[in-house]
């Protein structure tokens, strides 16, 4: 494994099916002028170790992860958080609706059966609660929108770097389990309609690459908007 891809600037795709683990969803992270590594998502678990790896072997330090956002409660979203919490000491940063499974008190919410993994609960430090909230991390501002519709508590994530949008739009395409997990396909319509309006440059989607120029990324969301 030779590190991290370097997608634009100080953002990087740190694992994902074809990277780290079949069962792992896209995960990034961004690295601030410090030199402190702010990560989106983290995989399903089992990678957790080597992901730590690709970031070392990338040039940063894994002991200077300060964040952890986790874009909703999956397992191959959050399997590695307390992992990676362990390594780091990092704040986990959530949305409150997703908090049940992320937390533990509900463990079907979190999909780990259908992985057939074990899911290690860890507690929110930053619990997000509205409809749009930001961070700063140096010299990095993280814009987080809530994006209900695939779990109620989904998030999207995006910054702008060097004259560029970049958006960080997890678990776009689905799926839809109403029972399970709570979604709701109006309110992933409105979710898509908000991250189409960002008019993002870059979209880092959490299973299915990412897409160069503000035409691909709109016609990646309508695609789905369409076919639901």
């Given at each position: 494994?030779?590190?991290?891809?370097?997608?634009?600037?100080?953002v990087?795709?740190?694992?994902?099916?074809y990277?780290t683990?079949?069962?792992?969803?896209?995960?990034?992270m961004?690295?601030?002028s410090?030199?402190?590594?702010?990560m989106?998502?983290?995989?399903?678990?089992?990678?957790?170790t080597?992901?730590?790896?690709?970031?070392?072997?990338?040039?940063?330090?894994?002991k200077?992860?300060?964040a952890?956002v986790?874009?909703?409660?999956?397992?191959?979203?959050?399997?590695?958080?307390?992992?990676?919490?362990?390594a780091s000491?990092?704040?986990?940063i959530a949305?409150e609706?997703?908090a049940?499974a992320i937390?533990?008190r509900?463990?079907?919410?979190?999909?780990?059966?259908?992985?057939?993994?074990e899911?290690?609960?860890?507690k929110?430090?930053?619990?997000?609660?509205?409809?749009?909230?930001?961070?700063?991390?140096?010299?990095i501002?993280?814009?987080?929108?809530?994006?209900?519709?695939?779990?109620?508590?989904?998030?999207?994530?995006y910054l702008d770097?060097?004259d560029?949008?970049?958006?960080?739009?997890?678990d776009?395409?689905?799926p839809?389990?109403?029972?399970?997990?709570?979604?709701?396909?109006?309110?992933?319509?409105l979710?898509?309609?908000?991250?189409?309006?960002?008019n993002?440059?870059?979209?880092?989607?959490?299973?299915?690459?990412?897409?160069?120029?503000?035409?691909?990324?709109?016609r990646?969301?309508?695609h789905?908007l369409?076919?639901?």
């Amino acid at each position: 494994m030779s590190g991290a891809k370097r997608i634009w600037a100080d953002v990087y795709e740190l694992g994902g099916a074809y990277l780290t683990d079949p069962k792992d969803c896209a995960v990034f992270m961004i690295v601030n002028s410090l030199g402190e590594v702010i990560m989106i998502d983290c995989g399903a678990g089992p990678s957790a170790t080597l992901i730590l790896r690709m970031i070392q072997d990338t040039g940063f330090d894994p002991k200077k992860i300060v964040a952890l956002v986790l874009t909703h409660g999956h397992i191959d979203h959050i399997g590695g958080a307390a992992a990676i919490k362990k390594a780091s000491g990092c704040k986990i940063i959530a949305h409150e609706l997703d908090a049940d499974a992320i937390e533990g008190r509900n463990m079907n919410k979190t999909a780990a059966q259908w992985y057939g993994l074990e899911y290690e609960p860890v507690k929110i430090d930053d619990v997000l609660k509205g409809d749009y909230e930001s961070r700063k991390f140096g010299d990095i501002e993280l814009h987080l929108l809530h994006t209900p519709g695939h779990t109620p508590g989904s998030i999207s994530a995006y910054l702008d770097r060097r004259d560029k949008r970049i958006l960080f739009g997890q678990d776009i395409h689905g799926p839809f389990d109403a029972n399970t997990f709570g979604s709701n396909e109006e309110h992933w319509r409105l979710s898509m309609r908000k991250l189409q309006a960002l008019n993002a440059d870059i979209l880092c989607e959490g299973h299915f690459g990412v897409y160069q120029g503000r035409d691909n990324v709109q016609r990646y969301i309508e695609h789905y908007l369409e076919s639901m």
